[in-house]
């Protein structure tokens, strides 16, 4: 048990809508990573969230975005959803500095 | 350029000892971690290494690095059949906590 949770733990869409993933990270950790896993793939990097500001980002497009609250907790924004953004999105949560990284559960994302 | 590789099936016997490699590029890497996946759930953190240590014990885990040769090896002694699973081997920098992930092996363990 890493103390991360996300939800929802499964969703469909329809390609082109949007979807709004959330994250809520260990208690005493400042930062917040998410990853996209694809079927058969190991975990890409999307973004990172210190103290609410994005903190380097991979290789994804703009509709890709997200929120860190006071709290630390985070959202992962995806708009205009295609086939292709199918995938387990999981959250990262550590604590600035040190090297632990621990994962939530991940949220199943069908685009349909 | 960022990249990890590891092979994607190892099939033991139950109570063997398993050997999961990787390799890295990124020389700059501080650190080197083995996540652990089960079906239908997210990672779990077995263990890391610093880059400046060559093994590191914990329990039945051992990690071995060879920071010239950028290999990364996990070992697990006594393989229980909770062992089948994916194994991530990842990579990150300190300060930093973007990792970079291989494509997993999957761990098969039978009686």
């Known amino acids: 048990e890493t103390g991360v949770t996300q939800s929802p733990t499964h969703l469909i869409k329809t390609r082109g809508q949007q979807v709004t993933l959330r994250c809520s990270s260990q208690?005493?950790?400042?930062?917040v990573s998410w990853y996209q896993q694809a079927l058969g793939q190991g975990p890409q990097f999307i973004f990172q969230?210190?103290?609410?500001?994005?903190?380097g980002r991979g290789n994804f497009p703009p509709r890709f975005s997200g929120l860190q609250f006071p709290n630390y907790s985070s959202e992962l924004n995806v708009n205009a959803l295609e086939l292709d953004d199918s995938a387990l999105y999981l959250c990262?949560?550590?604590?600035?500095?040190?090297?632990?990284?621990?994962f939530g559960q991940g949220t199943r994302l069908t685009v349909v | 350029g960022e990249d990890v590789e590891q092979s994607l099936f190892l099939s033991v016997r139950e109570g063997d000892s398993s050997v999961i490699n990787c390799t890295y590029t990124?020389?700059?890497?501080?650190?080197l971690y083995w996540y652990k996946q089960e079906p239908g759930a997210g990672l779990q953190l077995l263990t890391y290494?610093?880059?400046?240590?060559d093994m590191k014990q914990d329990q039945r885990l051992t990690v071995l690095l060879n920071k010239k040769d950028k290999h990364l090896s996990l070992r697990i002694a006594d393989t229980q059949t909770g062992d089948s699973a994916i194994y991530f081997c990842a990579e990150g920098a300190w300060g930093y906590n973007k990792l970079i992930f291989g494509a997993g092996t999957r761990l098969a363990v039978h009686p």
């Open positions: 969230y210190y103290r609410e500001e994005e903190n």
């Open positions: 990262a949560s550590s604590e600035r500095g040190l090297p632990e990284a621990f």
């Open positions: 290494i610093f880059s400046n240590m």
């Open positions: 990124d020389s700059s890497s501080t650190y």
């Open positions: 208690s005493g950790h400042n930062t």
